[in-house]
């Protein structure tokens, strides 16, 4: 293999002005594919604000490119004091990561549910997204993952979700810590991987998302059994101290072929040397079969050497490559890769090399990057690998770098866009097809197409013989759905090389109306509302006809907090089209917290769905010290703290009830708005009366009254 120039950037695109965008836990930049910083830092709090929904705290963040769509994706974990989270995601209107960004952000439902360590893949249809649920941000509740409409978010339009919690591994126990593939070819589908996390563990769980937004189905596939694996010692690194490798859950996936390279770190004794950190990779094939199977697996390891935080990715030729963390007594923590090519021996990887060499002792090791990522750049067979290292003068650093198998063999890949074209029969829609030259492939290719249910005559390829280049060549294919009858159909475009025989192919989605076809959707705006506790709020929801649809549509809303209450004005929409207000009325007893609102309408057997958020806050009211005590005459001063929840800024007037027989009390200030403390002032004179009294500080906003107490005493 061999090792490109460093570089930066951890996703990135192939056009004329192709550019990167990396990102860590508190900022991302923008490169051009030269090493230029084209925008940044930029911190993600900030950049998350503009939308309310996201919350203060940022973790977990991750960067995609979604090269059917030509669009950049950035997301990450929000979160608040209340362990209320949401996943935030920020997508670009175009194909320029330094334009604008629409973002964004999911809340996860229940209140005080924390969705960590989140890993996501674009996918032809959705944003897909596994993490881990956490009940208050300690009670691990299970796995859960999502799918996110892309479409509809690349639209800039309200933007649904669906999601499933996991449940139970292939080997009975609960599963934990799901990895989505990456660059998988199937329609409408993800693929999602697990490692069991215990000592002396060996099961490999597989599950299939499937059509999120038309039936959605997520399956356990099964298992596969691996060699036995136990947990990671920590890593030993020059200077003494330790490095955390953490556990064996799956930190990487990959979808070539239909099957699926994954990768995750294990305890390992190689060569009689005593239990190190070792690299575990595997192979699975039979993906849609309830049998998936071992294609082979490999260990990366050696006496004394520690290496940990693997990903991996493969090229358009089958080639694997896989990179994580080193470190020894002897070395400090750097980067070092390997890989694989398809015609080598099962199981085994290529001579190691270095991409990036460690420089220092870590001191501030009580926790190491434990994310890395390995990408295909768009040439179909450059890698580049991000991962943490030990820098010197630094606590720590990040290093992006490039590598590649030498001598590659030529090739060609392909791809389509759209994903998806919807059309009205009798009539045609067009694809466009790109055929791209790796490694000097200059032969043509022939272009077919099939699909169940497809007319032999009905697309056309212009041309239909094509040269790749290395910058892609195209190729308009048409589709004419005369004769097809109404439904969903999965088209392959297969190219074959006259010299040498080569085959790829690529999948698109072709959805066909009859003209007679009568449905409906259903969307409301806006995405997300705040509103206090007390207080009512409202939404617009609209439903739009498709073919001749005239029904009557029903309203319903699910998912409401406790105390709240939705009436629709009006309760249905006739003629087929139309427009509602979901009234939202909150009491003062609906909890506080972050939720999410299933809109449906139903029309005989047909039933739409829309989400939107919903925020209820409030505040709550404290008061210092708890006691005072005075001589007759004479005053105290106490202090009166509101303290916003869930974004609160609403207006909180202070009053006082149980004081004394002739004393007076005063607030400076009167009222605060959102948050703040205010000095309360009791005054006494000669004839108050004396004992110990309980003062009731009371703090109202509408018609929502919070109060405590404290104490005064008088002599």
């Known amino acids: 293999m061999r090792s490109g120039s460093p570089g930066v950037g951890c996703r990135r695109r192939g056009s004329s002005r192709p550019s990167e965008i990396c990102t860590v836990n508190t900022a991302f930049k923008v490169w051009n594919r030269s090493g230029t910083l084209l925008r940044g830092p930029i911190s993600l709090p900030s950049f998350f604000s503009v939308n309310p929904a996201s919350l203060p705290n940022v973790s977990d963040p991750f960067t995609l490119y979604d090269g059917a769509a ?24 175009t194909d320029d990561p330094t334009g604008t960004w629409l973002i964004y952000s999911f809340p996860v439902s229940p209140a005080a549910n924390l969705l960590d360590f989140p890993h996501a893949a ?17 009670l691990f509740l299970g796995a859960r993952v999502y799918a996110y409409n892309k479409s509809q978010m690349y639209a800039g339009a309200a933007a649904s979700s669906v999601h499933f919690d996991v449940g139970n591994s292939a080997s009975g126990v609960q599963a934990d810590s799901l990895y989505p593939a990456q660059a998988v070819g199937v329609s409408s589908s993800a693929y999602f991987i697990a490692t069991d996390n215990c000592n002396s563990c060996s099961i490999v769980s597989l599950w299939k998302f499937t059509n999120p937004f038309v039936t959605p189905s997520f399956t356990l596939q099964g298992g596969v059994s691996v060699n036995p694996y136990s947990q990671p010692p920590d890593a030993a690194q020059p200077g003494g101290g330790a490095l955390a490798t953490n556990d064996t859950r799956a930190l990487g996936a990959y979808w ?23 690299i575990q990779w595997f192979q699975v094939s039979n993906l849609d079969s309830m049998s998936p199977s071992l294609v082979q697996q490999g ?17 358009s030729l089958g080639d694997m490559a896989i990179a994580y963390a080193y470190s020894s007594s002897a070395d400090f923590a ?15 990887v290529q001579t190691e090399s270095v991409l990036k060499t460690g420089e220092a002792t870590v001191t501030n090791n009580s926790r190491y990057g434990d994310y890395s990522g390995t990408v295909l750049d768009p040439n179909g067979s450059t890698f ?19 590598f590649g198998f030498s001598g590659g063999r030529p090739d060609f890949s392909i791809g389509a866009s759209p994903s998806s074209q919807t059309v009205v029969s009798p009539g045609s829609t067009t694809y466009t097809v790109t055929l791209t030259s790796l490694n000097g492939y200059n032969q043509a290719v022939n272009l077919t197409l099939s699909g169940l249910g497809l007319p032999p005559t009905a697309g056309s390829f212009n041309p239909s013989s094509v040269v790749p280049s290395q910058t892609g060549t195209l190729s308009a294919l048409t589709v004419n759905t005369n004769g097809m009858s109404a439904g969903t159909y999965s088209l392959t475009i297969t190219g074959t090389g006259a010299s040498p025989s080569l085959t790829h192919s690529t999948t698109v989605t072709l959805v066909v109306n009859s003209t007679s076809s009568q449905d409906f959707s259903i969307s409301a705006t806006p995405s997300s509302r705040a509103v206090a506790q007390g207080n009512p709020t409202s939404y617009a929801v609209t439903v739009t006809p498709s073919g001749n649809f005239s029904g009557t549509v029903s309203l319903r809303v699910d998912g409401l907090p406790t105390g709240a209450t939705a009436t629709f004005s009006p309760g249905s929409i006739t003629g087929g089209s139309g427009s509602s207000t979901m009234n939202v009325a909150t009491s003062t007893s609906t909890p506080t917290g972050s939720y999410t609102l299933t809109i449906t309408g139903t029309s005989g057997s047909f039933a739409h769905s829309t989400t939107v958020a919903l925020a209820v806050n409030g505040f ?19 202090s009166a703290t509101v303290t916003a929840i869930n974004g609160f800024n609403g207006t909180v007037r202070l009053s006082v009830r149980g004081l004394p027989f002739n004393s007076s009390a005063s607030f400076n200030p009167g009222s605060l708005t959102g948050q703040g403390t205010s000095t309360l002032t009791v005054s006494t004179n000669t004839s108050t009366s004396t004992g110990t009294f309980t003062l009731r500080v009371r703090g109202t906003s509408g018609s929502v009254t919070h109060s405590t107490t404290v104490q005064l005493v008088v002599q």
Do not use: C, K, M
């Open 70 to 93: 030509n669009r950049f994706v950035l997301g990450a974990l929000t979160y608040d004091s209340l362990w209320n989270s949401s996943i935030t995601i920020a997508v670009t209107q």
């Open 122 to 138: 674009v996918g032809s249809d959705a944003i897909y997204l596994a993490g881990n649920q956490f009940l208050g941000g300690s």
């Open 256 to 278: 070539y072929s239909n099957t699926l390279y994954a990768t995750h770190t294990i305890g390992v004794s190689p060569g009689g040397g005593g239990t190190v950190a070792g």
């Open 299 to 315: 260990t990366i390891a050696a006496a004394g050497q520690y290496r940990f935080y693997p990903n991996l990715a493969v090229d």
């Open 334 to 348: 750097g980067i070092p890769y390997t890989g694989r090519l398809a015609g080598d021996s099962a199981g085994t």
């Open 384 to 402: 580049w690998h991000l991962e943490e290292y030990a820098r010197s003068g630094s606590v720590w650093g990040t290093w992006v770098g490039s």
């Open 620 to 638: 709550s009211i404290s008061a210092s010290p708890p006691s005072r005590t005075v001589t007759r005459g004479t005053s105290a001063t106490y």
